[in-house]
């Protein structure tokens, strides 16, 4: 029995990490000790060994710190990683091993099509083996292949692990996009606030494409790997989170909800500013910014919030066509949960600031 990572990750894919055999565990843990403090291997045992040491959550079922730190090493922008992670569930799929219950070749082509779409931008009509030819390089790390560890042998599991990582990297960018959006109109430069909303705006329509994807997932093969991930759920995504505060602050009760004590780091560090403080500030304070330019903020934070709305609509409807009346992997109701959320708004003082001055 190896215990090489490398043999170790596919071991993990072949039968699941859930069924990985306990000698095979056993000396991943005797690996421990020599792994040196923030390295590779130490972010792969951190994932591998999540389970059997009671840490399994969010961010080693999706292995995000080692793509954080493949991401980082080769210096890719969140946004192509994401590209990247997508590319790879294509790969998988026309070449990969089949796993358990494969889904029919017609089910296949659709997730291959949407996939296709969020890697190029735009529509691509070529089956087979031609489509690899359509694919960008994979990330030049022999540690890319480690992060996939699927609780289970089924097919589906690895392309909806994929779909996960891609949503964190999206949700990176836009994180850092509103930051930097903020900086910007701190530092009165309007322009660049805009280009960065823009970019944010056009984020947040890719993330929806992510739903597209695994909506070719049948609820009954989701129920038979998530029976194994109770404990880790997206509720626990911290660049989600990031991303929220970042756009302004939330209301009390969801900051006390579980929505935010499930990200005890985002907590500790909450951002020192966001787009609504200085949206606020910037207008009441620099009469000099032209009504074109409030008109253009205006614009894209309305764009912003229209596409954050549309992303949980969409989340909201599959949730409910995969859940049912399940509770989801969060220990939240499941379904009703994320209705509430529906009413949430990021730039909800905004909202408040113009009746306000309208009345
Ligand atoms: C099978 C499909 C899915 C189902 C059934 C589902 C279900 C749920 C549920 C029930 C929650 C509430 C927290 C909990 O109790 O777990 C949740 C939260 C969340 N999910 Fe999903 N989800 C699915 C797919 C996705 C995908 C593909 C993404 C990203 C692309 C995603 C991103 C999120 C995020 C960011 C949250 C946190 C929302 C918040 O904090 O308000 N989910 N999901």
């Not at 969140?78 to 089910?107: K, M, N, Q, S, Y």
């Not at 030819?133 to 890319?144: G, H, I, M, N, R």
């Not at 129920?223 to 759920?233: D, I, L, V």
């Not at 606020?280 to 910014?289: F, M, Q």
Request: aromatic fraction near 6%.
């Amino acid at each position: 029995m190896t215990g090489c990572p490398f043999a170790a990750a596919q071991e993990f894919r072949r039968h699941g990490k859930q069924f990985a055999p306990s000698a095979l565990l056993a000396r991943l843990g005797e690996l421990r000790p020599a792994a040196p403090a923030g390295s590779a291997l130490a972010a792969f045992l951190d994932c591998a060994l999540d389970k059997p040491e009671g840490r399994f959550h969010n961010r080693t079922y999706l292995a995000l710190a080692q793509l954080e730190r493949i991401r980082d090493g080769l210096g890719i922008s969140p946004d192509r990683f994401a590209t990247l992670l997508v590319a790879d569930i294509v790969r998988h799929e026309v070449r990969g091993p089949a796993g358990a219950e494969r889904p029919d070749e017609r089910t296949v082509r659709t997730r291959l099509r949407h996939c296709l779409r969020f890697v190029t931008g735009s529509a691509i009509d070529v089956e087979g083996e031609a489509v690899l030819a359509e694919l960008p390089d994979p990330p030049a790390s022999p540690w890319f292949a480690t992060t996939v560890a699927p609780v289970s042998p089924l097919h589906d599991e690895y392309f909806f692990i994929r779909a996960l990582q891609a949503h964190e990297q999206l949700f990176t960018a836009l994180a850092d996009d509103v930051e930097a959006a903020t900086a910007a109109l701190r530092a009165g430069e309007i322009a660049a606030a805009l280009v960065r909303l823009d970019h944010a705006v056009a984020t947040m329509d890719r993330a929806g494409v992510l739903f597209r994807i695994v909506a070719t997932m049948q609820a009954a093969t989701f129920h038979a790997f998530r029976e194994h991930t109770q404990g880790a759920s997206a509720i626990q995504s911290e660049q989600y989170k990031r991303f929220e505060l970042a756009c302004g602050p939330p209301t009390p009760a969801r900051l006390r909800s579980d929505a935010f004590t499930s990200v005890p780091r985002v907590l500790a560090d909450p951002p020192s500013d966001d787009l609504t403080s200085a949206y606020l500030d910037g207008t009441r304070s620099a009469p000099e910014a032209s009504a074109v330019e409030i008109g253009a903020l205006d614009e894209r934070i309305a764009a912003i919030e229209a596409a954050h709305q549309r992303w949980k609509g969409a989340h909201h409807g599959i949730a409910a066509r995969m859940l049912g009346d399940a509770h989801g992997s969060g220990y939240t109701a499941g379904v009703p949960y994320l209705r509430a959320c529906l009413d949430n708004r990021l730039f909800r003082l905004l909202t408040v600031e113009r009746a306000a001055r309208a009345a």
